[in-house]
């Protein structure tokens, strides 16, 4: 039973363009939470997608931009990259919007802005 | 508002010893508590948790933690350290959220050394 599976795992990017990440959840869940997690540091919550929709969202400009497709696939969007953008991107997912049972998260994808 | 603290960037023990990682935690409701570990260049994995009911909870590789709500606490424990434990550990809190969503705060991790 495939994990979540998250593409691509590295990237390296240029100030100011954009970025596409993509997350696939574990079968069987339907809700996926993106993390941006900066090195030494803990995850912090981006956004969360259930039912195709944004259901909450943290402390992250707009640049920071997601969807949720049908078969509960996710992408993450970065526009206008900054250098502090460089980060590890975490996915998650779980099932149902009100989880208490903990996430299963992907290996992430470790993006970098030169 | 919740938040957690993770006391000590930094625990070294040598292989054989207790591990103690501590974590305490902020919530102005009973609040959902959880350790996840994160070896190098990989994603969180699920150490155990606490929703409700025994405050003693056993989880995967012999960690153990005990909820403390007079100490606001959730500490990890292993009674005996083994090589393969050294990664970082993250403890976690959730509660019931505007939203209607559960989602996790992190702490920012502890790194755990094991001497042989």
């Known amino acids: 039973d495939a994990g979540v599976t998250q593409s691509p795992t590295h990237l390296i990017k240029t100030r100011g363009q954009q970025v596409t990440l993509r997350c696939s959840p574990k079968?069987?869940?339907?809700?996926v939470s993106w993390y941006q997690q900066a090195l030494g540091q803990g995850p912090q919550f981006i956004f969360q997608?259930?039912?195709?929709?944004?259901?909450q969202r943290g402390n992250f400009p707009d640049r920071f931009s997601g969807h949720q497709f049908p078969n509960y696939s996710s992408e993450l969007n970065v526009n206008a990259l900054l250098l502090g953008d460089s980060a590890l991107y975490l996915c998650?997912?779980?099932?149902?919007?009100?989880?208490?049972?903990?996430?299963?998260f992907g290996s992430g994808t470790r993006l970098t802005v030169v | 508002a919740q938040s957690v603290t993770q006391l000590g960037s930094h625990v070294s023990v040598s292989e054989g010893a207790l591990v103690l990682l501590r974590c305490n935690y902020s919530?102005?409701?009973?609040?959902?508590l959880f350790w996840y570990v994160q070896y190098p260049n990989q994603g969180l994995q699920l150490l155990l948790k606490?929703?409700?009911?025994?405050?003693l909870v056993k989880g995967i590789n012999g960690f153990e933690a005990e909820f403390k709500k007079s100490e606001t606490s959730f500490h990890l424990t292993k009674p005996s350290a083994h090589m393969s434990d050294a990664a970082e550990y993250f403890c976690?809190?959730?509660?019931?959220?505007?939203?209607?969503?559960?989602?996790?705060?992190f702490g920012r991790g502890t790194s755990l050394i094991v001497h042989p």
């Open positions: 998650a997912s779980s099932s149902g919007r009100r989880n208490n049972y903990g996430y299963t």
């Open positions: 079968s069987g869940h339907d809700t």
């Open positions: 997608y259930y039912e195709e929709e944004e259901r």
């Open positions: 919530s102005s409701v009973p609040p959902y």
């Open positions: 606490y929703t409700t009911g025994a405050t």
């Open positions: 976690a809190v959730t509660t019931g959220a505007s939203g209607g969503s559960y989602i996790p705060t």
